[in-house]
């Protein structure tokens, strides 16, 4: 379970680029659900993701996780119990190595390492059957370099890498946004089907109204570092597309309902 | 591909140059369609020049062909080339092909569509009776007293703030903006992301509206205005269409349902129900923004409205509940809109029961707004404009105010 309480983040303070990022948020995530946040540009879902990660340093507030209070955590530390995909295909992976001795440093994560075989026989053999699961044929190229692989490929691996150890959360930054329609389908189904099979709790960034719809239990969205809406439960199950953009569309006037406004609506409304 | 049109007569002619297939087929229908929504309902595809036609392009010509038939146009496909004519032949689309032009057709092109307004009178003399109900002012806690039952029947055109149902358990959570005409209502549930709501009366249901405030008109239509676009004149803001019409008549005070397409509406409509009040309050700036949507854009280009309201050349009241129309406008005015997916109107003299029971028994709804003129200065989105429609009108004869 993931606990944000009053959470804020300013970048650049007292500056003339100072940014509120993130604005006394919170949020809180049940074992074994999935979230997706969503918003605009700016908004602060990735900060939001990134301060779970410890990425940065929190202005206020306290991220709990798993019954311990990881505010104070490094990153490295929190990776633990953190398994994350990043939007570039290219990002946590090593392209030189290759596809096994990539998915062994996964499977080692956060634990004492020694020097020892690192791809033994029985490891390959574990490798190969969770990789076959991908249905890409890659169970069949373990040897070869990473950096071969097409986005999409690398990707599902990323994803694959990210979940093995069964993380207490898994972050997901837009990770099917750098890739062609048809792979960012092949991964977001994969998400999906791992998220459900593995009892994952995970927390989803993402700029896609479809994939916010299909596959998360919850859709929160963020505007201007505050979370402005949260859809769960019978709200999520009805929520369409149309209904997203409506609500982005209603903050957006929301924000141009100005005294001006106000003044004319007094006189329509007297 | 390549697309003209000339206009001859009543009839338009498109003339087709190249492969109708799936990949020119969206950009055909979006342009024959616009057409129809000018309100060109005879058309006729020359074929001449077709090179190819798939099953794509069948089906996007079997679309243009049901939009039309619908409002009572004519379609054919003239001189098609002979890939063309096998393929619809064959398909079982033959009856579309002519070889000969309809007799009825101009042998020069002509210009298109001359007049901006044509006005019909209907059968009946009789004025309407207005009843106006606003027990209820902007912001005072919603009282029992306050709520007015409004059985919305055949004969009946009713706007105002109100709730659906009969039973008195929640409604003081539900006051929304309504419109109803004859026997159909739309509804705007207050809440910031909820989709518009209908009631249609069927057999012995009748929709009922229970209602704070209420414009409520019982009569005849005695009067239909059509209004369409022509090169000069490409949209009608509604004082324009409320302006010809009550000059055209002489009217100082009216009711109205009108339907067109939209050029833009700008309205506004609650979020939260009046009935949430605790007591009377003053709600101010910023406060307010939780109450109401304002349209805040030139909203809903290209859907349809159904538009239903009063108009008086007398000066402003707002005991009527009649506010500006529009900017130095003689008129005052209450209007709500429901807002449509597009559908074909048909041109000429049109039934308004037959055409309100066409757009409630198609698409559902998208919104209600009531309408205002946004006169900011600079700023000001200026009020709401339709490209064509129709509007049925009739003179209020007859008024009664309920406080």
């Given amino acids: ?270 | 591909m390549q697309i003209h049109h000339k206009t001859r007569g009543d009839y338009l002619f498109v003339e087709t140059e190249g492969r109708l297939d799936a990949n020119w087929s969206e950009h055909f229908t979006d342009t024959v369609m616009n057409f129809v929504r000018e309100g060109h309902h005879h058309l006729i595809i020359d074929a001449s020049k077709m090179v190819f036609l798939s099953s794509a392009g069948i089906r996007v010509l079997l679309l243009i062909f049901k939009s039309i038939k619908k409002v009572e146009g004519r379609f054919f496909i003239y001189n098609a080339t002979e890939f063309v004519t096998l393929t619809l032949t064959t398909s079982g689309f033959g009856d579309w092909l002519i070889t000969a032009l309809p007799g009825d057709i101009p042998g020069q092109a002509t210009s298109s569509m001359q007049k901006n307004y044509e006005h019909f009178s209907l059968e009946s003399d009789k004025g309407q009776c207005l009843s106006i109900h606003n027990a209820w002012r902007p912001w005072k806690q919603v009282k029992r007293s306050d709520i007015k039952n409004i059985k919305c029947v055949d004969n009946l055109f009713s706007l105002g703030i109100g709730s659906p149902g009969m039973d008195n358990t929640d409604r003081g959570k539900q006051f929304g903006e309504f419109l109803a005409a004859a026997g159909h209502v739309v509804y705007q549930h207050p809440a910031e992301e909820s989709r518009s709501d209908y009631l249609i009366a069927e057999q012995a249901f009748i929709p009922t509206m229970q209602c704070i405030q209420a414009l409520t008109l019982e009569g005849e239509m005695a009067n239909l205005m059509r209004f369409s676009p022509t090169d000069e004149k490409r949209f009608f803001t509604l004082s324009q269409i409320v302006g010809t019409m009550m000059a055209e008549t002489q009217m100082t005070k009216a009711g109205l349902v009108l339907i067109g397409e939209v050029e833009g509406l700008v309205g506004a409509s609650l979020i939260k129900s009046p009935g949430a009040l605790k007591a009377d309050s003053i709600i101010s700036y910023p406060q307010i923004k939780e109450w109401l949507n304002f349209s805040g854009e030139r909203a809903y280009a290209r859907h349809q409205a159904v538009i239903l309201g009063v108009v008086s050349r007398e000066p402003v009241n707002d005991e009527q509940l009649l506010f500006p129309l529009g900017p130095d406008s003689e008129y005052a005015a209450h209007l709500h809109a429901a807002v449509f997916p597009h559908q074909v109107l048909q041109n000429g003299r049109i039934d308004l029961f037959e055409t309100l029971g066409q757009f409630f028994n198609g698409p559902s709804p998208l919104a209600v707004l009531h309408l205002v003129n946004d006169s900011r200065p600079v700023i000001g989105l200026g009020e709401s404009a339709l490209v064509r429609g129709a509007c049925w009108f009739a003179p209020v004869s007859d008024e009664e105010v309920h406080a």
């Fill in chain 1, 1 to 270: 379970m993931l606990e944000i309480t009053h959470i804020s983040k300013t970048f650049f303070p007292n500056t003339p680029n100072e940014v509120n990022a993130l604005r006394n948020v919170n949020l809180t995530l049940e074992k074994e659900t999935f979230t997706a946040v969503i918003g605009t540009n700016g908004s602060g879902k990735s900060t939001l993701l990134n301060a779970v990660a410890g990425t940065f340093e929190l202005d206020a507030g306290q991220i709990r996780l798993a019954g311990s209070n990881i505010t104070g955590w490094p990153e490295y530390k929190r990776a633990k119990l953190i398994g994350r995909v990043f939007q570039n295909p290219f990002a946590g992976t090593a392209a030189e190595m290759s596809i096994a001795e990539n998915v062994v440093l996964a499977i080692h994560r956060g634990q004492r390492r020694s020097l020892r075989t690192a791809v033994t026989r029985s490891l390959r053999e574990e490798v190969a059957d969770r990789v076959r699961s991908l249905k890409m044929g890659l169970e069949d190229r373990l040897d070869n370099p990473i950096g071969t692989l097409s986005g999409g490929q690398r990707q599902a691996l990323t994803l694959l890498m990210a979940t093995w150890r069964k993380p207490e959360l898994l972050l997901l930054d837009e990770h099917t946004a750098a890739l062609d329609p048809k792979s960012a389908a092949k991964v977001a189904e994969l998400t999906r089907d791992i998220i459900k099979q593995d009892k994952l709790t995970a927390l989803m960034v993402t700029h896609s109204m479809q994939q916010a719809v299909d596959l998360p239990d919850r859709i929160v969205m963020m505007h201007k570092g505050q979370i402005i809406r949260d859809f769960q439960g019978n709200d999520k199950r009805r929520v369409r597309i149309p209904d997203l953009l409506s609500t982005f569309d209603r903050v957006q006037k929301k924000e141009l309902f100005d005294e001006s406004v106000a003044e004319l609506l007094y006189g329509a409304y007297a």
